[in-house]
């Protein structure tokens, strides 16, 4: 199981790794400002969930393929991680999506910049230059 995880890494699209940024930034983000309140939980449920069925409603289309199931987890996810993001981080000072400390945003970046570098030592494992 973990080759394969390995595996899945160092295959990784540019458009699936700035996705995995997306969302290491929302991990470190949330864990910096969680809140535990269920309210804020299930409005982002629920939220997700509407969003989410809309999504799915305007990207299917009758007698294509059938979409990959971790494209439609994605289509309520996004919607999710919106809006939860956005109750945390309500009156925390925040520019766009960013933190007002410095610490907080090096976290942030330091998570994803090691996130890349194990990304680049994958590749070359599995692609070694002569």
């Given amino acids: 199981m973990f080759a394969r995880l390995l595996r899945y890494l160092a295959t ?18 949330v864990a910096q400002h969680f809140d535990p309140r269920a309210r804020l939980w299930f409005t982002s449920l629920g939220l997700s969930s509407i969003i989410g069925a809309a999504l799915w409603i305007s990207t299917f289309k009758k007698g294509s393929t059938r979409q990959d199931r971790w ?12 809006s939860s993001f956005a109750a945390l981080v309500k009156d925390a000072g925040y520019i766009l999506v960013f933190p007002p400390t410095l610490r907080e945003n090096l976290i942030g970046a330091g998570c ?3 996130f890349l ?11 070694p230059s002569p």
């Fill in 12 to 29: 990784l699209t540019k458009g699936r790794i700035v996705l995995w940024c997306y969302a290491i930034w929302y991990v470190v983000n």
């Fill in 71 to 82: 494209q439609v987890f994605r289509l309520f996810l996004m919607p999710f991680c919106v």
């Fill in 112 to 114: 994803i910049a090691g």
């Fill in 117 to 127: 570098l194990l990304l680049a030592i994958l590749r070359r494992r599995a692609h």
